[in-house]
């Protein structure tokens, strides 16, 4: 790096890794993050543009950070370990208590299950819905109707 460009934070290198570790783009993980790219890669690259080669150094509010962070997959310790324990703490709500979803099971390191479950999460809900249906799952089935029961009854 040279003089006049700011050595990103700990906490960037983190993001940054965790973004390769999880196989997204920066564009959808902004997405996830309700960030605009640019904003992303400020956050990650520790500095913005202020004009005539001018770089002025950026840190991660720590709602944003803790966006980011879930986005990618960061633990709230990992962002303590950065020195960001506020963000961490944030990440936590922002989690929520664990369910069965989220708990790991077999295929939890499965590239090809995240390669899916990324593609399913970027179409809109009737496509996933038609996706599952194929599947013979759904992902809520609709309560039927008494007509229906009667006629399935």
Do not use: C, F
Not at 25 to 48: D, F, H, K, M, P
Not at 82 to 95: C, I, K, P, T
Not at 133 to 150: D, L, N, V, Y
């Amino acid at each position: 790096m040279d003089a006049q460009t700011p050595e990103p934070p700990a906490e960037a290198a983190l993001i940054k890794k965790a973004l390769r570790r999880a196989r997204l783009s920066g564009r959808e993980a902004a997405r996830r993050s309700e960030l605009s790219e640019t904003r992303w890669r400020q956050i990650v690259n520790g500095y913005q543009d202020v004009g005539r080669g001018i770089r002025a150094e950026v840190t991660a509010p720590d709602e944003t950070l803790a966006r980011m962070a879930h986005a990618v997959g960061v633990t709230p310790d990992e962002l303590r370990e950065a020195g960001r324990s506020d963000a961490a703490d944030l990440l936590v709500e922002l989690a929520g208590p664990p369910t069965s979803a989220s708990t790991p099971g077999a295929y939890a390191s499965d590239p090809r299950v995240d390669a899916i479950a990324t593609l399913l999460a970027d179409l809109p809900p009737e496509a996933q819905e038609e996706v599952l249906r194929r599947m013979g799952r759904t992902p809520h089935a609709p309560e039927q109707t008494h007509s229906q029961q009667r006629r399935a009854g």
